[in-house]
């Protein structure tokens, strides 16, 4: 099963990667520029909104043991960097169609997780391997964004569902593959999925059950007589 389906994975655009950085890389920004917790200069805005758009793609190769897309390439640092400008200069434009920059954001997780399943598929990791390479990469830019902002970490909050909606479109993936559809389809797939599963998520409030306690509740203690 791996084997044919890295046969229709090999070809990856270098224009879907770019893309999937440049957005990423202008949302980032935007996030950044509207942190009202920090204090935060131009350069920081930009260097912050550069690896939202960047680090996905880094952790993706680094699990898969291969050189960083983005050096191989001067196209990926440059988009990187001039998508981070613009997001970072239409600060207020981005602000005010929040719901925009949320589908943006959603199709930049779908892309990063087609591409990690299809590379990870191609360079012969098996299916579910492939999956864990792929969300990996989807969530990996927002969450090194937060830490290194020392803000709260979105994707581990309640309502979310950045993971699960990255893990949907990763299988949806390997169905469409499995069923024989081009890698180009496959990957049109997972992006709406992801994109579907975000937005459906946002709009009526689906969430992952609270972490519980899973013992019952503490007994009252036992008051011993003394004698």
């Known amino acids: 099963m791996t084997a044919n389906l890295a046969t229709e994975a ?47 793609s880094v952790l ?37 169609v929040d719901t925009a920059i949320l589908v943006l954001d ?36 927002s969450a090194l964004r937060d830490v290194i902002l020392g803000s709260r970490v979105v994707l581990l909050e309640v309502g979310t569902l950045y993971a699960v909606a990255a893990l949907a479109g990763a299988l949806g993936l390997l169905a469409a593959l499995a069923a024989g559809l081009p890698a180009a389809l496959a990957a049109l797939v997972c992006v709406l999925t992801t994109t579907v599963t975000r937005v459906l998520a946002l709009v009526f409030g689906w969430t992952l059950p609270e972490q519980r306690p899973l013992t019952r509740a503490a007994l009252p203690p036992i008051r011993v007589r003394r004698r």
Do not use: H
């Open 60 to 96: 993706r190769d680094v699990q898969l043991g291969v050189v960083p897309v983005m050096l191989t390439n001067n196209a990926y640092l440059i988009a990187a960097l001039v998508a981070a400008l613009i997001g970072m200069l239409a600060q207020r434009l981005f602000a005010r």
């Open 10 to 56: 090999v070809q990856i655009p270098v224009w879907a990667d770019v893309l999937a950085i440049s957005i990423g890389s202008a949302q980032g920004a935007a996030f950044t520029a509207n942190c009202r917790e920090r204090r935060i200069d131009i350069l920081g805005v930009c260097i912050l909104g550069t690896i939202a758009g960047l680090g996905g």
């Open 106 to 141: 959603a199709v930049s997780v779908g892309l990063y997780v087609a591409i990690g399943v299809t590379k990870a598929l191609w360079l012969g990791f098996p299916p579910v391997p492939s999956v864990f390479v792929g969300v990996a990469a989807g969530v990996g830019g």
